[in-house]
């Protein structure tokens, strides 16, 4: 893994949430994005080498819906780069690490993603991200 690639911070309204976080960070929003295929509405802000992502449940039905009605907003998740996602999935399921996609799916932010569950990593839902090539 070459680097924390961004944290998931699960809200409940980017409308709100946005201008705090653009106060909070000193720094403006870079980049809105709809991902329908999860049913999430996301917003970015860059942080040094790393960036925040944050996510909006855009469906009832969506994960980000699912956690927000059972944790409330916070961190949803921790995201490292990798270079080839693919052979990084097969190090892990080969470690024991139970993954919740078998295969790269499209994320926000023009990546490739694939999630860790969160009962083998110390209960922190872990998203592996590459670049589309």
Do not use: W
Not at 12 to 18: E, I, R
Not at 94 to 115: M, Q, R, Y
Request: charged residues 25%.
């Amino acid at each position: 893994m070459l680097k924390v690639e961004h944290i998931g911070i699960a809200v409940k309204s980017l409308s709100a949430s946005v201008p705090l976080f653009e106060k909070l960070l000193n720094t403006a929003c870079y980049k809105t994005e709809e991902i329908a295929s999860e049913g999430v509405s996301t917003a970015f802000f860059r942080q040094g080498d790393t960036k925040i992502e944050l996510l909006e449940a855009a469906e009832e039905s969506s994960p980000i819906a699912k956690f927000l009605a059972k944790r409330g907003e916070g961190v949803h998740h921790i995201a490292f780069e990798v270079t080839d996602i693919k052979a990084e999935m097969a190090r892990l399921q080969a470690e024991g690490f139970e993954l919740l996609n078998s295969e790269p799916k499209p994320g926000a932010d023009n990546k490739l993603v694939c999630f860790l569950h969160p009962k083998g990593t110390s209960g922190i839902l872990v998203e592996l991200t590459q670049e589309k090539l």
